[in-house]
């Protein structure tokens, strides 16, 4: 830099001055570079290529997992350095979510050979990762690791990996085998393990182990909530056994319970296509007096059951019905009913209808 200093009118003197600029800081890969650099010098001290922190830090901070997998063995290459199990963490859930399965399986025996402990975290965001990947197998073998590592899973591990289990229809027995040895590890299954397995029974079809399910939570002193009813209704509605599905409204509403809006959805649908439209109406009435406002979807099933079935006059009620319990009706609830009317020939009621809407 030149700075101009002037000693009189008539002369000036250019002095330059050397400013002292900040180190740039160095790229990852030239600290690479300097890590492998001292492997030819086993007498390096520590200190020079960072603590166990600042290796971790460093770790963390890069993009490219390989890259991380490559600073990580070097520095554990340095005589006497040994890597903080944050590290570890770190770098495994790098590999992990890129993919790196075969990587991440070296670093957990390197964990286990190093007598490293380690957190349940890790088996949660691992689990996590391979049943986004859709590897169950990979899933459930990181669950059973956790034992290895004498790691006691918790009931949200046990959840987690049902879930991931039951998603794969191949692997319904596997889960099931896992909820039954649960208490083996340690693990008392909760009210939402056995909801998990409930539902995937009900969609596989197996409504008898459902229904064991539901009843061993009883056993367990575990107390069934408004989802266990529920998964069990739908799982009757969809094999056409609407009536003891109401009866187990009826059972749920003794105990307390008060039923969502999904439960009333389902019990609607399944009653009008068996054309229990009497019954459907008769429970559209009762929602509100248990405790479960009927919405548009409700009213608009039952408006559609009566139409189906050549009673758009007892459609035209509900309609009423909507307006008097403050539920606006919406293009879906007039199509429906115009249609109904039309097929009736009641077009002048058609007609009607629309210039109210």
């Not at 009757?236 to 009866?247: E, H, I, Y």
Request: with cysteine; aromatic share 10%.
């Amino acid at each position: 830099m030149h700075l101009l200093f002037r000693r009189s009118s008539k002369a000036a003197v250019t002095v330059t001055r050397s400013l002292a600029l900040p180190p740039k800081p160095p790229s990852s890969s030239s600290f690479v570079f300097f890590l492998s650099s001292q492997l030819h010098n086993q007498n390096h001290e520590i200190g020079s290529i960072g603590s166990p922190s600042r290796i971790q830090n460093l770790i963390a901070s890069q993009s490219d997992p390989l890259l991380a997998k490559e600073i990580f063995d070097l520095a554990a290459r340095q005589l006497h350095f040994r890597h903080s199990y944050s590290s570890f963490f770190t770098l495994i859930l790098k590999l992990g979510r890129s993919k790196y399965f075969s990587l991440v399986d070296d670093l957990l025996i390197r964990l286990k050979t190093q007598n490293y402990s380690v957190s349940p975290a890790l088996f949660s965001h691992l689990i996590k990762i391979y049943g986004e990947a859709n590897l169950p197998q990979k899933a459930l073998r990181t669950f059973y690791t956790m034992v290895e590592f004498d790691c006691r899973p918790s009931v949200k591990h046990l959840n987690r990996i049902l879930q991931i289990l039951v998603s794969h229809r191949n692997f319904l027995r596997p889960a099931f085998d896992v909820f039954k040895d649960a208490h083996r590890h340690g693990v008392m299954p909760n009210t939402q393990s056995y909801n998990i397995l409930m539902r995937a029974f009900c969609l596989n079809g197996d409504l008898r182990i459902a229904y064991q399910l539901f009843n061993k939570m009883f056993e367990r002193d575990l107390v069934p909530d408004v989802q266990s009813y529920r998964i069990l209704m739908q799982g009757l509605c969809r094999k056409g056994q609407v009536n003891t599905a109401v009866d187990f409204l009826e059972d749920m509403l003794n105990k307390g319970f008060i039923p969502d809006s999904l439960s009333y959805t389902s019990l609607l649908n399944s009653l009008c296509r068996k054309k229990k439209l009497r019954e459907a109406y008769k429970l559209l009435c009762r929602m509100k007096v248990k405790g479960c406002n009927p919405d548009i979807v409700h009213y608009n099933t039952v408006i559609l059951g009566f139409c189906r079935e050549g009673r758009p006059v007892d459609a035209c009620k509900v309609l009423e019905d909507m307006a008097s319990n403050g539920c606006l009706p919406n293009l879906v609830s007039y199509r429906t009913l115009v249609s109904g009317l039309c097929d009736h020939g009641m077009l002048d009621e058609a007609k009607s209808l629309i210039w109210r809407q």
